[in-house]
């Protein structure tokens, strides 16, 4: 058997004490596995004497994470910190600068500072892994930079938050209220530290910015995503998009197209058939297209402590038993700027909702707006509101590019018996 290999774990969170778990229950077969045995030698926390149901007398405790990096009994740092300035930044340049093999979970470090990164482990010769940083416990980021690695990635769309994907299932299956769902899912470990990171598509855009760095080669660019979260979500519009057949998802999707990269996460109304549909709760799914494969599907726990620590887990395994790979797949420098599509360059159908005064004429009036801007009805239906006075309109359009349907529903917006700014979701048809 090879020297042990000696780790140091910064955060000992949910996801830091679930890794210290996981190599205290199956150190033997991670051994065997790996061909070599894994020991922590050095953690790092905000509280020393918090008791976490784990056993980490053995190692050194460090006040400031940093140090961590500079231990020479340390071979390899586990940032678990989170956050993409601060400690967690400053820990991963000292790891890299001090030849240490650098493992994260923390989605935001690498979709913000990936590129620099990059470089910078590169330049001293170590590796940077962050397989929990993306769709938790889905082996994604293996899958594209192994499994998929002889492909042209022609797509990669799917749920990439748990949170979101919880508080969605959550709120059709029980109508109970958003903020008491978003609760439960910060009780159960899902949601980041501050959740509005996954309520409003950041976390699913910082992973879906890697993906699309390793995808098409290309400095990872967090700030060229377009993000809508789901805070706009109605339990009305889940409701209304039911009774029309779909399910609402929050979906991340890049592609290459005709004007650059699209890269964008939005709420979607999807075709209840569709198996993207029926990934329900805490599990994210993810298709990967590639044109010689065809569609990939993966499907799991996208957080929570098992999930995520599984993820650490297999980086530290590959870099223990020496499997290591660039950052993005390819050498930094070979990553190339390109160009990324307006968000609005899209084509597709929509959801639409319509709160009114319930008048004489006044479906007429939609309908003439959306026939004179030339936006196709595929069905509309109305539900009474909770006041006799009120409806809401609600239905699916056929195809039609973005520009015309902001333009149609700026138009309806400013008719007189319309109460609200209309709702528009995208559609995505199986
Ligand atoms: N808050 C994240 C989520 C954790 O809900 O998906 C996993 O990245």
Redesign the pocket.
């Known amino acids: 058997m090879l020297d042990k290999l000696k780790i140091g774990i910064a955060g000992l969170g949910t996801v830091g004490v679930g890794v210290v778990k996981m190599l205290e229950k199956n150190s033997v077969l991670i051994a065997k596995r790996c061909g070599r045995e894994i020991v922590v030698t050095a953690v790092s926390a905000r509280s020393k004497d918090k008791d976490r149901g784990i056993d980490i007398s053995d190692a050194t405790w460090y006040e400031n994470a940093t140090d961590i990096a500079n231990d020479d009994n340390v071979d390899l740092v586990v940032e678990l910190i989170g956050g993409h300035e601060g400690a967690a930044y400053d820990l991963c340049v000292a790891a890299l600068k001090n030849g240490k093999d650098f493992i994260t979970?923390n989605?935001a470090l690498i979709a913000r500072r990936g590129y620099e990164l990059a470089q910078l482990a590169e330049e001293n010769g170590v590796t940077i892994a962050y397989e929990?940083?993306?769709?938790?416990g889905i082996p994604v980021i293996k899958a594209l930079k192994e499994g998929a690695a002889g492909n042209e990635i022609l797509q990669i769309s799917g749920i990439?938050?748990?949170?979101?994907?919880?508080i969605l299932t959550a709120m059709k299956e029980t109508e109970r209220d958003f903020d008491v769902i978003l609760k439960e899912?910060q009780d159960l470990g899902?949601?980041?530290a501050d959740?509005a990171?996954?309520v409003d598509g950041i976390?699913?855009a910082h992973?879906l910015a890697i993906l699309t760095s390793i995808a098409y080669a290309t400095p990872v660019n967090f700030d060229k995503v377009d993000v809508t979260g789901i805070t706009g979500i109605s339990l009305l519009d889940i409701k209304c998009a039911g009774e029309l057949g779909y399910k609402i998802k929050l979906l991340g999707v890049c592609k290459k197209t005709e004007t650059g990269i699209f890269q964008a996460v939005y709420p979607c109304l999807i075709d209840a058939a569709y198996p993207l549909a029926k990934t329900d709760g805490?599990n994210?799914a993810i298709f990967i297209e590639g044109d010689f494969v065809g569609n990939i599907v993966l499907e799991g726990p996208?957080?929570?402590q098992g999930a995520?620590a599984s993820a650490v887990l297999s980086d530290i395994i590959d870099i223990a038993a020496g499997r290591k790979s660039y950052t993005f797949n390819i050498p930094a420098s070979d990553l190339t700027e390109q160009k990324f599509a307006n968000a609005n360059d899209y084509e597709g159908e929509y959801y639409l909702r319509i709160n009114v005064l319930d008048r004489p004429g006044v479906l007429a009036d939609i309908t003439d707006i959306l026939k004179n801007e030339g936006v196709s009805v595929e069905s509309i239906l109305q539900k009474p509101a909770k006041s006799s006075e009120k409806v809401d309109i609600f239905g699916a359009t056929h195809k039609i590019d973005e520009k015309t349907m902001i333009k149609a529903v700026a138009k309806i917006e400013k008719l007189d018996n319309v109460l609200n700014k209309p709702t528009i979701i995208r559609i995505l048809k199986s």
């Open positions: 979970a989605k929990a940083a993306v769709a938790g990439l938050n748990g949170t979101c994907n919880y899912a899902y949601a980041e959740p990171f996954d976390d699913a992973k805490v994210n996208g957080a929570g995520t």
